[in-house]
């Protein structure tokens, strides 16, 4: 895919009913539950960070954010049935399998307008259902912008089918952390490895024990 030569993709006219009509359908077939949603800065630029478990989260998270963001997201998304819904957003998407520095240009864009942008840090949805591994391009572009990073966790997201085919609704959880800083400007990539390592234990500790995966007895995270 080649990218546009644009500073980052335009939100469509759609956008806000769109919102609209999202936090009405995730809450006929889910009862949410909001925690920490004072932490979020009330304006400038910043990077939400949120780890992955279903196809629903940026659908339930996207309404339940006080202040909308772009979505980064796979390039593999833009031709998934979320796409479109993507695309109304004015998702940013980024070719995994390389440094694509078109898109990257365009996420640090947004951030330079003031913008806040979301990363799923893992990448990819969980396959376990628990936290994985992270990628470093939110402590790239967090660096890079000189903007801190706010994580956010979901989880319930993966009881929603089933729970539509007993006619209830699942009860899912959406818990904001605070905001922090990271290392600002250049780094090197070891350093990198170890900003993500950062965020991941930020995650993990917002998440319940079961979701925690690999990080699960990590010390810093039982602190």
């Known amino acids: 895919m080649v990218h546009q030569d644009i500073r980052y993709p335009r939100r469509t006219w759609l956008h806000k009913p769109t919102i609209r009509l999202m936090r009405l359908l995730v809450r006929m077939f889910s009862r949410i539950h909001v925690e ?40 593999k998304y833009e031709k998934h049935v979320f796409g479109p819904l993507l695309k109304v957003l004015g998702a940013i998407f980024i070719n995994r399998g390389e440094v694509d520095r078109d898109a990257l240009r365009q996420a640090l864009n947004v951030l330079e307008d003031g913008q806040p942008l979301a990363v799923a840090v893992e990448g990819t949805r969980s396959k376990t259902g628990e936290l994985s591994n992270g990628k470093d391009g939110a402590a790239f572009l967090a660096t890079r912008a000189g903007v801190p990073v706010q ?39 070891d350093q990198l490895t170890d900003l993500t390592e950062q965020v991941m234990i930020s995650l993990a500790r917002l998440l319940p024990e079961e979701y925690r995966g690999i990080y699960r007895e990590h010390p810093l995270v039982n602190t």
């Open 151 to 189: 994580p956010v966790v979901i989880w319930g997201v993966e009881n929603i089918i089933p729970s539509i085919k007993h006619l209830r609704r699942a009860d899912v959880f959406v818990r904001f952390g605070e905001p922090f800083w990271l290392a600002e400007g250049r780094v090197r990539a």
């Open 36 to 75: 920490g949603v004072e932490n979020v800065p009330e304006d400038g630029p910043f990077i939400y960070v949120s780890n992955h478990l279903h196809y629903f989260d940026t659908p339930v998270i996207g309404t339940n954010l006080p202040r909308i963001p772009r979505p980064l997201a796979a390039e």
